[in-house]
């Protein structure tokens, strides 16, 4: 996550704000902020952020959407951020699994796609799932609800097309959307 003084005359250090991450599921995150210091903070979450837990069987997740928030001095705030998973064969996050901020993000492509205005603003979770795992997993797993599921349909599989092609990345570079 990026941090900034919400004025921008001060230089930042990661000590001014406590975090508390967790899992919540394949598509939400928790995230509670806590100011150390007597001026406001601009906390910037942009898409493509992923994050990292200590657990090997938990997967990673990524932030779909832009949030900033100004936290006022000492004061805490908590907030669900939309995510999906950059690790498809490994388990879902629950609210045990603590998590850390990868900053800057680390994967151009992921972040060019995340922040895409198509994947923000015209495209389901099941299609924005799919999108993230060409690029993290190179595949598919079945995603659906209580045990079932599937992978893309053609019609997804376009929409996946369109959305990497929108958002300027190469469809060449994945061989699954050839």
């Given at each position: 996550?990026?941090w900034g003084w919400a004025d921008n005359t001060k230089e930042f250090d990661d000590d001014m704000v406590n975090t508390i991450i967790r899992g919540a599921g394949l598509e939400k995150m928790e995230i509670t902020l806590e100011s150390n210091v007597d001026v406001s903070i601009l906390?910037?979450?942009?898409?493509?952020?992923?994050?990292?837990?200590?657990?090997?069987?938990?997967?990673?997740?990524?932030?779909?959407?832009?949030?900033?928030?100004?936290?006022?001095?000492?004061?805490?705030?908590?907030?669900?951020?939309?995510?999906?998973?950059?690790?498809?064969?490994?388990?879902?996050?629950?609210?045990?699994?603590?998590?850390?901020?990868?900053?800057?993000?680390?994967?151009?492509?992921?972040?060019?796609?995340?922040?895409?205005?198509?994947?923000?603003?015209?495209?389901?979770?099941?299609?924005?799932?799919?999108?993230?795992?060409?690029?993290?997993?190179?595949?598919?797993?079945?995603?659906?609800?209580?045990?079932?599921?599937?992978?893309?349909?053609?019609?997804?599989?376009?929409?996946?097309?369109?959305?990497?092609?929108?958002?300027?990345?190469?469809?060449?570079?994945?061989?699954?959307?050839?």
């Open positions: 996550m990026g906390v910037s979450i942009i898409p493509g952020t992923l994050f990292e837990t200590i657990s090997v069987s938990v997967q990673t997740m990524v932030a779909r959407e832009l949030r900033e928030i100004t936290l006022e001095p000492y004061a805490e705030i908590s907030l669900e951020l939309d995510v999906a998973c950059a690790s498809m064969h490994l388990d879902a996050p629950s609210l045990g699994d603590s998590f850390t901020a990868v900053w800057p993000p680390t994967i151009p492509n992921l972040s060019k796609l995340v922040s895409s205005r198509n994947f923000l603003e015209n495209e389901s979770f099941r299609v924005q799932q799919f999108a993230v795992w060409v690029i993290t997993d190179g595949g598919f797993v079945p995603l659906g609800s209580v045990g079932t599921g599937s992978g893309p349909s053609e019609d997804e599989m376009r929409q996946i097309r369109h959305l990497f092609e929108s958002a300027g990345i190469s469809v060449g570079e994945y061989s699954v959307l050839n």
